[in-house]
């Protein structure tokens, strides 16, 4: 059982940087595999990247590669999202996600979730 808790999100100008935070409790996070997923308004939620549980190994969405990478801290218990180059169709909210297993995209394959936390990016 862990709980999770999604922070540093907000309004930034197109072409501007985010780094977006998650931050565990309850059971050490370097035990799972961690995801970011985002959801914009009436679209399903969308693997945007993931990374393992000793960091050795990460996965983009092909719409953030080269824009955006995922660390993890285990010794903070947290995990991190920097997304730099933002664009307008990367507003939504983030959410982080646990798994044990490996890297996956469906979100259904994860077992914990943060509450979220909003990015919006203008034009």
């Known amino acids: 059982q862990v709980q999770l808790v999604e922070s540093g999100g907000g309004l930034v100008q197109a072409g501007g940087s985010l780094r977006l935070s998650c931050v565990a409790s309850g059971r050490f996070l370097s035990v799972y595999d961690v995801g970011w997923f985002h959801q914009a308004p009436g679209k399903e939620r969308e693997f945007v990247a993931g990374?393992?549980?000793?960091?050795?190994?990460?996965s983009y969405a092909e719409s953030v590669k080269g824009r955006f990478t995922i660390s993890r801290d285990n010794a903070k218990n947290a995990v991190y999202l920097q997304m730099d180059s933002l664009k307008p169709e990367d507003t939504a909210v983030y959410y982080c996600?646990?798994?044990?297993?490996?890297?996956?995209?469906?979100?259904?394959?994860?077992?914990?979730w943060g509450q979220g936390t909003q990015v919006t990016v203008s034009s």
């Open positions: 990374i393992t549980w000793s960091g050795g190994s990460t």
């Open positions: 996600a646990a798994r044990s297993g490996g890297i996956v995209v469906a979100p259904t394959r994860y077992d914990y």
